[in-house]
Nanobody
Framework: QVQLVESGGGLVQPGESLTLSCKVS????????MGWFRQAPGREREFVAA?????YYSDSLEGRFTISRDDNKNMIYLQMNNLKPEDTAVYYC???????????????WGQGTQVTVSS
């Protein structure tokens, strides 16, 4: 089993930044891909970013987000800059994403953390 626990969500104003964290534990393999997906109200869950040996990003992010990992701490992070109201969603950590561009989610999900961007 794999456990994923997200943290760092909250309410921010447009243009502000936020960093999400995900702690991974359990039966994981070193350097496996990890990723972030999000789900906005009334919409399907969508790929945001993933990281294996290199990062992968959704084209819609326009370079505003950065994914990183610390394998010594079993953590991944999502630095989100210049946040927009359309970034409002529940953000989920996922293990291990795969497929083209790492956009196919893996079997394990965290509980999600809410990000709300509003003035």
């Amino acid at each position: 089993q794999v456990q994923l626990v997200e943290s760092g969500g909250g309410l921010v104003q447009p243009g502000e930044s936020l960093t999400l964290s995900c702690k991974v534990s359990g039966r994981t393999y070193p350097f496996m891909s990890m990723g972030w997906f999000r789900q906005a109200p009334g919409r399907e869950r969508e790929f945001v970013a993933a990281i294996a040996s290199v990062p992968y990003y959704s084209d819609s992010l326009e370079g505003r987000f950065t994914i990183s990992r610390d394998d010594n701490k079993n953590m991944i992070y999502l630095q989100m800059n210049n946040l927009k109201p359309e970034d409002t969603a529940v953000y989920y950590c996922n293990y291990p994403p795969g497929g083209t561009g790492m956009q196919r989610p893996g079997d394990y999900w965290g509980q999600g953390t809410q990000v709300t961007v509003s003035s």
